[in-house]
Each structure stands twice: as structure tokens, then as C-alpha cells.
């Protein structure tokens, strides 16, 4: 069964954002590409950035939602209340690597769509993903608090940002990354790339702990 008109707003909008950029990305770029006419985007959208915020929600809410799974499971169930910094960062990075790598296999451009949300300025964009963002940035600082309690929220708080950068540069320099690796590594194997995300990121956020104030 073929998409329906706002499926195919959809689709076309975050192939266009992907590979081009959302502010690049004009509504007349669109509707040719979704073989719509502008009427049938301000119908369902009613603006760019309405549409913007669909296409965020669409791909990062079922990652979010299903990286607080995660984390609740892991909490449950750690040993004296501490998981390890390991099983959080594996509860952070698993659904939206996995998620890329499934949208690899269907064609679809959510590796690189991730890459832009990340790191594209703008305001509009940046407000957008804060309000995605902020609730499970939360989450994840105080389960490394629980994990690092000697840290300082200050050190861990940069820490996981800096975790959130390996993801990113994954995803954004992913055509890079595969030229570059020139076959030494296996760049559509999941299970590898969590393996050498947590790995450095883990080593990172305990590194030299603890320090600052």
C-alpha cells in the first residue's frame, strides 16, 4: 500500500533534510520531491517548522522512548543500586545505533539525518531538540551519579556530552568513516560499533575522577 500524502511529506522531508540540511531545504524542494503541492504541507504542517518537528519526532521519539526502557531495566536490576558506566552508555547508544543500522538496510537516511540534527546551528533546530532531548539527558546524568558518585555532576555532565560527540561524529562522518577504514573494520556491524563506543566513551568519563567542583 502506498504512503499516504503526509507519510510522503514525511519521507521526502527527512531524505531532503538528510542530505542536504534542514535550513538549505526549501518547501519548493520538497513538494517536488513528494509530488505534492504546497497546499498539502501547510494542510498537515502548516509550516517548515511544524514539519521539522514531525520528522524529529518521528525518528528520535521511539530511541528515546526506548533508551528510558533501557535504563529502567538496567536500574532494576544493578547490583547495591550502582549500574556500571558501561550498561549506561549501552542503554544510550544501542537504540539509535541499531536504528541506524536497520535504516541502512531499508534505504532510509537516518544515519545521516541523525548526523544533521546534531550538529546543523540554528535556533529552531536546537529548541527542538533540547525539548526531545532534555528528559533523557537527565536520566542518564543521574545514572552515571549513581555509578561515579565521588565525580562532580559538573565533570560527568561535560563527560556525557563529550559521549554524545563519539555518537554524532559516527553518524555524521559515517561516508567518511567507511573510506577511511579501507576494509580494516566491519562499518555496518552493530554489535562492533557499541563495543568501540563504550569502550572509549566509558574510558573517558572515568578518566582521571575525581576533579573540578
Not at 556525557?160 to 567518511?176: E, I, K
Amino acid at each position: 500500500m502506498p504512503p499516504d500524502t503526509k507519510d510522503r511529506i514525511l519521507d521526502s522531508a527527512e531524505l531532503l533534510f538528510a542530505q542536504h540540511g534542514i535550513a538549505a531545504t526549501s518547501l519548493r524542494a520538497l513538494t517536488d520531491h513528494a509530488s505534492v503541492n504546497l497546499a498539502a504541507v501547510n494542510y498537515h504542517f502548516q509550516s517548515k517548522d511544524a514539519l521539522v518537528q514531525a520528522v524529529l519526532f518521528r525518528r528520535l521519539n521511539p530511541i528515546n522512548v526506548r533508551r528510558m526502557e533501557l535504563l529502567k531495566e538496567l536500574l532494576a536490576r544493578a547490583a547495591d543500586g550502582r549500574p556500571t558506566v558501561e550498561d549506561i552508555l549501552e542503554a544510550f547508544y544501542r537504540p539509535p545505533v541499531e536504528a541506524a543500522m536497520a535504516s541502512r538496510k531499508e534505504g532510509r537516511p537516518i544515519i545521516a539525518l541523525m548526523g544533521r540534527i546534531f550538529t546543523e546551528p540554528g535556533e529552531l533546530l536546537a529548541s527542538q531538540v533540547r525539548a526531545m532531548m532534555t528528559g533523557v539527558a537527565t536520566a542518564f546524568l543521574d545514572a552515571l551519579q549513581l555509578a561515579l558518585p565521588e565525580a562532580p555532576q559538573n565533570v560527568l555532565f561535560w563527560r556525557l556530552q563529550f559521549s554524545v560527540g563519539v555518537m554524532t561524529h559516527t553518524f555524521g562522518a559515517s561516508h567518511l568513516i567507511e573510506g577511511l577504514a579501507r576494509g580494516r573494520v566491519q562499518v555496518n556491524d552493530a554489535e562492533e560499533i557499541l563495543r568501540q563506543m563504550i569502550s572509549f566513551a566509558a574510558a573517558g568519563i572515568r578518566g582521571s575522577l575525581p576533579c573540578g567542583n
